[in-house]
DNA sequence: GTCTATACAGTGATAGAC
DNA sequence: GTCTATCACTGTATAGAC
């Protein structure tokens, strides 16, 4: 039995291993050992390696942000938009058992290897979300603080929820983080 | 030149290669690189090797936090431990320049190993933190909800602030959630 | 206590057979 | 495209001299 993979049917797997070991942890063995990929059909499709691959998810990852979080935030209904943001990302990040890969690239030093490609994901993310928020009436300033707000909570409920263990932190952070960012609009 | 260390003194030492490297990027070559102490000196006071190195530092960073925050929240008059809290978190985190070590072991596979001591740093700061709201004049439930958002709302604080490599997002985020936290009480 | 030397498993990466 | 074999290197850990 021998499988015959595509690029685009890796990184996904990829994506996963790395959101779960981090960068320094996620070795060639280990991808092996879980998709059944050998090195020599990883390395066919990255030949920069491992950095080549992370970088690939990363832009997966930005790639799927932009389409179900952003374009909606920057150009929908600001409303649902917001709305829609908070049941997507509560999807995305399976309650809080799913961790964000770029935020937790930002916290070591994986964060020099990538960090354009982490700044921007978090700069776009903060933008579309501020967008947002004008267009239901909130003033610049205050949206730009709310949105930051948002997305900062995002992710410190994912540290928090992984700590506790507990699931039902993550979906109540983010309960709690729509309403702050509801309370201004009118 | 030799010099002749106390366990003590290593500690703080290796606490910041780990909040730097995280634990799995954390090698002992490079422990020695950056200390000057050699494996055999490591050996000598942590026999279990990097994994005893690691919750010895994890144990030094929550007797600082069981001193410096927990205590005070406890024990002294509310809105000044709460005060107080804010700005011995901005110093310790150094405005978003330190990360919080705990909160990146929460994130990968690392959280397996020290699952018990990420947990009650968590829980005790939650629950130190209630303590200070409900004192002062806070029901239960809604000081719960505000201690997870308080503590949640620092942690992704530090990852946005290192994302985008700016320590003004850490201070503004930390304002912000004061604020949070302050309108409740009378 | 600290150092050097060393064991040996695991690392990322490459080359060539199929 | 995938596999196996192999490379040089680094990983943790140990032992023994000083």
Redesign the interface.
């Given at each position: 039995m021998k499988t015959v993979y595509e690029r685009a049917d890796i990184v996904p797997l990829l994506a996963e291993i790395f959101r779960?070991?981090?960068y320094?942890?996620t070795s060639l063995s280990r991808i092996t050992e879980r998709t059944g990929i050998g090195k020599g059909s990883l390395y066919h499709f990255f030949p920069g390696g491992k950095e080549e691959m992370a970088a690939a998810v990363l832009a997966d990852v930005d790639a799927w942000f932009e389409h179900a979080i952003y374009q909606p935030l920057r150009r929908d209904d600001a409303r649902q938009a917001v709305a829609a943001m908070w049941t997507n990302v509560n999807d995305y990040f399976r309650s809080g058992r799913r961790?964000c890969l770029?935020?937790?690239f930002?916290?070591?030093?994986?964060?020099e290897r990538f960090?354009s490609a982490?700044?921007g994901?978090?700069?776009r993310w903060i933008d579309a979300l501020r967008s947002a928020l004008m267009r239901a009436g909130c003033a610049e300033e205050e949206a730009q603080?709310l949105a930051?707000?948002g997305?900062?909570?995002?992710?410190?409920?994912?540290?928090?929820s992984?700590?506790?263990?507990d699931t039902t932190?993550f979906t109540?952070?983010l309960e709690?983080l729509a309403k702050?960012l509801d309370a201004v609009r009118r």
């Amino acid at each position: 039995m021998k499988t015959v993979y595509e690029r685009a049917d890796i990184v996904p797997l990829l994506a996963e291993i790395f959101r779960e070991l981090g960068y320094a942890a996620t070795s060639l063995s280990r991808i092996t050992e879980r998709t059944g990929i050998g090195k020599g059909s990883l390395y066919h499709f990255f030949p920069g390696g491992k950095e080549e691959m992370a970088a690939a998810v990363l832009a997966d990852v930005d790639a799927w942000f932009e389409h179900a979080i952003y374009q909606p935030l920057r150009r929908d209904d600001a409303r649902q938009a917001v709305a829609a943001m908070w049941t997507n990302v509560n999807d995305y990040f399976r309650s809080g058992r799913r961790i964000c890969l770029v935020g937790a690239f930002a916290l070591d030093e994986t964060r020099e290897r990538f960090s354009s490609a982490i700044g921007g994901y978090f700069i776009r993310w903060i933008d579309a979300l501020r967008s947002a928020l004008m267009r239901a009436g909130c003033a610049e300033e205050e949206a730009q603080v709310l949105a930051e707000e948002g997305v900062a909570g995002i992710q410190g409920a994912l540290v928090l929820s992984r700590a506790l263990d507990d699931t039902t932190v993550f979906t109540r952070s983010l309960e709690t983080l729509a309403k702050r960012l509801d309370a201004v609009r009118r």
